[in-house]
């Protein structure tokens, strides 16, 4: 079946250092989207990239997707104890006629103050 | 503020004894979603409504029914829950399908545990 697969699974870092996080895809996309999971909370939407090769910032966030539209990434500049949480990507296929994302298993991120 | 309510927050049930889980939202979103979360996992869909047209996973349980009566609400029963039920349940909705349209916006999850 369609797979997104998303690295690394966990990541420590010191607070001020960046953090990337990786999606692969099985298959073409029409969109991706990155969402957050705070401890103990739900997702939240955080973008949606849709063009092939677009970039993307929010603050310290920096959003790409692929040339190819089979992966993407997020990257967080200078870290803070804020960025905690659990980041997910999810894309939408373009084969197959289906209406739902594929999530990945999500990075879990933890910031040392 | 437009939102997506779950009730309750944290359920305990007995082994076998169905339960109801409820989501309503006012958002006005034609798509509603039932993902089941486990701890350390990525939420796991188990069916989705486009308006009234139900879309059940291949993989979903049939203890597992879910119900729209509505444009607001949607309810996930489980008919007979086991230990390994036991997960948060998390609804969502979105405006349509589609790049562009399908950002979800999720509620806060109902925490169900098994006895």
């Known amino acids: 079946g369609q797979q997104v697969m998303q690295i690394p699974q966990y990541q420590h870092v010191q607070e001020g250092e960046d953090f990337t996080t990786y999606c692969n895809s099985s298959?073409?996309?029409?969109?991706i989207q990155w969402y957050k999971q705070r401890p103990g909370g739900h997702p939240v939407f955080l973008i949606q990239?849709?063009?092939?090769?677009e970039v993307k910032k929010q603050k310290r966030l920096t959003f790409q997707f692929g040339e190819a539209k089979k992966n993407s990434s997020l990257h967080i500049t200078a870290t803070q104890t804020t960025d905690v949480g659990t980041y997910f990507c999810?894309?939408?296929?373009?084969?197959?006629?289906?209406?739902?994302?594929?999530f990945g298993k999500g990075t879990k991120l933890t910031v040392n103050p | 503020d437009a939102m997506v309510i779950q009730n309750p927050r944290y359920q305990v049930t007995q082994f076998g004894k169905p339960v109801t889980l409820s989501c309503s939202q006012t958002?006005?979103?034609?798509?509603m979603y039932w993902y089941q979360q486990k701890s350390s996992q990525a939420p796991k869909l188990l069916f989705h409504?486009?308006?009234?047209?139900?879309?059940n996973e291949a993989d979903t349980p049939d203890n597992f029914q879910s119900r729209r009566p509505n444009t607001s609400f949607c309810f996930l029963d489980i008919r007979s829950p086991g230990l390994g039920d036991a997960a948060m349940y998390l609804c969502?909705?979105?405006?349509?399908?589609?790049?562009?349209?399908?950002?979800?916006?999720f509620g806060p999850g109902t925490r169900l545990t098994v006895l």
């Open positions: 969502a909705t979105s405006g349509s399908v589609g790049p562009g349209y399908n950002e979800q916006f």
């Open positions: 298959t073409t996309l029409s969109n």
């Open positions: 990239l849709v063009k092939s090769g």
């Open positions: 999810a894309g939408l296929p373009t084969q197959g006629g289906s209406e739902k994302l594929v």
């Open positions: 958002l006005n979103h034609n798509v």
């Open positions: 409504y486009y308006d009234k047209d139900f879309n």
